[in-house]
């Protein structure tokens, strides 16, 4: 379906303080922008709160911002990031993902034209990720005080299976598995934002996470964690995890794939591949037995060749993450001091 405002904004037309006075122009911003683009039931009560339908299940709730520069990037931009990404955390507990809302803090002078496109991306990426938007809100701040819009977006969802899927589950023995290559989304916004060019297209992973892992707890997999791999990328999410559940994360160098584009990017840049982020990757933490199973349905829903299983669970009484290289070294992971990658999310 292709979303269409019913009164496209012209090229000169930009956010105006007024758009956030809570008047007139900010009832034209919400009437021509935002109601025909995530039109339903629900937005159309048009009240200070949704009032949403809803049986005794367990509820599993988030919220996150989204401060990217640029707002656009190769393979995706900010509105796809913020469904996406709220979708995804939800998706980590072991939630369907049910029902979203959204602030948008505008900056005075933003082109319309740069929202609407923002707005259809979001509505596209809410229809993808099977979650409705009912609420939200905005406001604008002057000229020179924000940086064109950023996003707050909060996900509501239920449980698929009662059992929960967090980092106390993880058991000695169980499979670390990556479900594809990484790196991708840090390395795509910062060649776009350095102006950087490579042989090959790089694009973001941008991507929502809860239709594969519907799948594999569908399939019966006794999935005991799943992290997304974000801010930090791999080596930031599996060394919080090994905190959390006090057990030694053993990985195998040589099972973490690595395009060549992320990894010329990366010598380029000065930067780690292992701690970039991505925006469509997940680790899943499974008991040793199941991990063929989790991997083939890696492989079939996302066509991927580059996920699999990259490393054990050890109980050493350490909390600690080590990674083996071909040559059988030891490196032991940890926390970066600051970020190695700013406003890339």
């Known amino acids: 379906m292709n979303l269409q405002c019913p009164i496209?904004?012209?090229?000169?037309?930009?956010?105006?303080?007024g758009h956030g006075s809570g008047g007139e122009m900010t009832q034209r911003l919400i009437d021509q922008y935002i109601q025909p683009v995530f039109s339903n039931p629900w937005l159309s009560q048009a009240?200070?709160?949704?009032?949403?339908?809803?049986?005794?299940?367990?509820?599993?709730?988030?919220?996150?911002?989204?401060?990217i520069s640029p707002l656009f990037f190769p393979g995706g931009n900010?509105?796809?990031?913020?469904?996406?990404g709220t979708v995804n955390d939800l998706a980590m507990a072991g939630a369907e993902p049910k029902f979203l809302s959204c602030g948008l803090i505008l900056e005075e002078?933003?082109?319309?034209?740069?929202?609407q496109r923002v707005l259809i991306s979001m509505a596209e990426a809410a229809r993808n990720s099977g979650i409705t938007l009912v609420t939200g809100d905005t406001k604008v701040v002057e000229k020179g005080k924000g940086d064109g819009l950023y996003i707050n977006t909060s996900g509501i969802g239920t449980l698929i299976r009662e059992q929960p899927i967090d980092p106390n589950r993880i058991c000695q023995g169980d499979s670390i598995i990556l479900s594809g290559d990484i790196g991708r989304h840090g390395m795509a916004v910062m060649a776009c934002r350095e102006g950087l060019e490579f042989e090959s297209d790089l694009l973001s992973d941008c991507a929502p996470l809860n239709g594969v892992v519907?799948?594999?707890?569908?399939?019966?997999?006794?999935?005991?964690?799943?992290?997304?791999?974000?801010?930090?990328g791999l080596a930031t999410a599996l060394v919080e995890l090994a905190e959390s559940c006090g057990k030694t994360f053993i990985l195998e160098e040589s099972k973490i794939q690595?395009?060549?584009?992320?990894?010329g990017a990366c010598e380029i840049l000065g930067l780690d591949?292992?701690?970039?982020?991505?925006?469509?990757?997940?680790?899943?933490?499974?008991?040793?037995?199941?991990?063929?199973?989790?991997?083939?349905?890696?492989q079939e829903a996302a066509a991927?060749?580059?996920?699999?299983?990259?490393?054990?669970?050890?109980?050493?009484?350490?909390?600690?993450?080590?990674?083996?290289?071909?040559?059988?070294?030891?490196?032991?992971?940890?926390?970066?001091?600051?970020?190695?990658l700013p406003r890339i999310c």
């Open 8 to 17: 496209p904004p012209t090229a000169d037309e930009v956010v105006r303080l």
């Open 78 to 84: 900010i509105g796809e990031l913020a469904v996406y």
């Open 258 to 263: 690595v395009s060549d584009a992320v990894q």
């Open 47 to 67: 009240h200070d709160s949704a009032t949403l339908p809803w049986k005794p299940d367990q509820l599993v709730f988030t919220t996150d911002s989204f401060v």
């Open 214 to 232: 519907a799948q594999m707890i569908n399939a019966g997999i006794e999935v005991h964690c799943l992290r997304d791999l974000t801010r930090g």
């Open 273 to 298: 591949p292992l701690y970039v982020a991505n925006e469509g990757r997940f680790v899943a933490i499974v008991p040793e037995g199941a991990s063929k199973q989790a991997i083939s349905i890696l």
């Open 304 to 340: 991927e060749s580059a996920c699999g299983f990259i490393g054990t669970i050890e109980q050493r009484n350490c909390a600690q993450v080590i990674l083996k290289n071909s040559l059988g070294c030891d490196r032991l992971l940890q926390r970066l001091p600051g970020e190695q």
């Open 109 to 115: 002078g933003l082109p319309l034209k740069t929202l």
